[in-house]
């Protein structure tokens, strides 16, 4: 994880960037004692995790969280003050937690295991397979930059979290079913623009890769295909991803269901 570490006084940032340092979550700390500086950086780069105080010079730490959030909806924000009657406030902007001063690694440990244990549950893309197949972000629409590598996901969904080799999603996506080097080449450009689709939503856990197969994680996607598979909702009237012609035979199994 990437972190931003923010306060305009110099001993308080760097005992706070040394306890965010000290866990074993945090690859990246990033520092700044201003909070434009901090907003400049992040307007070109992602922070996963971002420690701010509340009460700095300038805009302060609950304007600068107002607008990290807006450029990066999915950074969790914990608030770092010595004043706690900033609390209503800072939860008003549904920030991840609120640390008093002194801050402690063991305190900062404590709210990076609750962020972690709490995207674990997390569904982080909805899925609608029955009819055309779609995928949405916070409710809205995914945008893939080429339609094959959105097939490639519908494909790998299709599978329902079984591992397929770049054989068998190279004969199920061209239909001509051939595995040549043209293909297998294209197939891992489509790769790549898939994980950084993925990857600039904060989803790119969804993709699972081993040695030789990929796959997609099911208990991040809220997918009505899997909802009926374990509990028969919502019902199914016939159509499933209509667009592929591959997806037919999965469609032709749920109507014998």
């Keep these: 994880m990437i972190a931003m570490t923010v306060d305009d006084e110099r001993l308080m940032l760097n005992a706070l960037a040394a306890a965010v340092k000290a866990s074993p979550d945090i690859s990246e700390v990033v520092e700044f004692s201003t909070c434009q500086t901090a907003l400049e950086w992040a307007a070109n780069n992602k922070p996963d995790i971002a420690f701010l105080d509340i009460s700095m010079r300038g805009m302060g730490g609950l304007t600068l969280a107002e607008k990290l959030l807006e450029i990066w909806p999915d950074c969790d924000v914990i608030f770092c003050t010595g004043y706690a009657e900033y609390a209503v406030e800072a939860f008003k902007i549904h920030v991840s937690g609120y640390l008093m001063k002194p ?11 609750h962020i972690i244990g709490k995207k674990a549950k997390k569904k982080l893309l909805t ?4 009819g055309n197949f779609d995928v949405f972000f916070n409710n809205e629409p995914l945008i893939f930059k080429r339609k094959k590598t959105k097939e490639l996901l519908a494909f790998l969904i299709d599978r329902n979290g079984a591992g397929v080799t770049t054989n068998q999603i190279c ?7 051939t595995d040549d080097a043209k293909n297998r080449n294209y197939l891992y450009q489509l790769l790549d623009d898939l994980r950084h689709t993925l990857k600039e939503v904060g989803a790119e856990s969804v993709l699972v890769k081993t040695n030789i197969t990929y796959a997609v994680d099911t208990e991040r996607l809220d997918c009505d295909y899997y909802n ?20 037919e035979v999965t469609g032709a199994l749920l109507m014998d269901r």
């Design 103 to 113: 801050i402690t690694a063991e305190a900062v440990q404590k709210e990076i295991d």
């Design 228 to 247: 009926y598979l374990k509990n028969g909702k919502p019902e199914f009237y016939g159509e499933y991803m209509s667009q592929y012609s591959w997806a």
């Design 127 to 130: 899925v609608k397979c029955f």
């Design 171 to 177: 004969a199920g996506l061209w239909d001509d079913g």
